[in-house]
């Protein structure tokens, strides 16, 4: 903001100057608003607007945009209650039993795999376990005293 010492100098006509201050005025009091909703003056049974303390009509919240005509209601209703064709439908299920059988066929060959897997898992566990006796055999064995020779 210009302090009272501060000179500006401006492209601004000097008879577009007022309504510019007007505008920039209205602009800021418009802001300072904030949100409000579509409404309209609320009445009385009597059909009077219904006043607040200070005398201001009270207001009450209105729709923003006109609703559906009895036509539109009865489309939207026509359009909901529709199906697929018996052909579409046919072809949905058959494209279903297909995905289906894939899968199952996926699923069995994954279960082979895992099994064949697990076979050959238990072989290796078996073959190293056998290993495993031999070489404690073979220790054992090694730390027997070894008979005197020629006694019986």
């Known amino acids: 903001m210009a302090t009272p010492t501060e000179q500006i100098q401006t492209n601004i006509p000097s008879w577009l100057k007022d309504p510019i201050l007007r505008l920039v005025a209205e602009s800021e009091r418009l802001a300072g608003l904030g949100y409000q909703t579509y409404a309209r003056p ?6 009077n607007p219904v006043l607040d303390e200070q ?17 539109q209601e009865d489309a939207f ?10 052909g ?6 058959a494209m279903r ?9 996926a699923t069995k060959e994954a279960q082979q795999s895992l099994l064949d897997h697990g076979i050959e898992l238990e072989k290796q566990q078996f073959l190293q376990a056998a290993q495993m006796a031999q070489k404690e055999a073979d220790a054992a064995l090694k730390q027997q005293p070894t008979p005197p020779t020629g006694a019986i």
């Open 55 to 71: 005398g201001r009509p009270i207001l009450e919240g209105i729709q923003r945009t006109a609703g559906f005509n009895k036509a």
């Open 88 to 93: 579409l439908a046919a072809d949905e299920m």
């Open 97 to 105: 039993n297909e995905q289906n059988k894939l899968a199952l066929q």
């Open 42 to 47: 609320n009445h009385d049974a009597q059909g």
């Open 77 to 86: 209703k026509r359009i909901a209650a529709m199906q697929a064709g018996a």
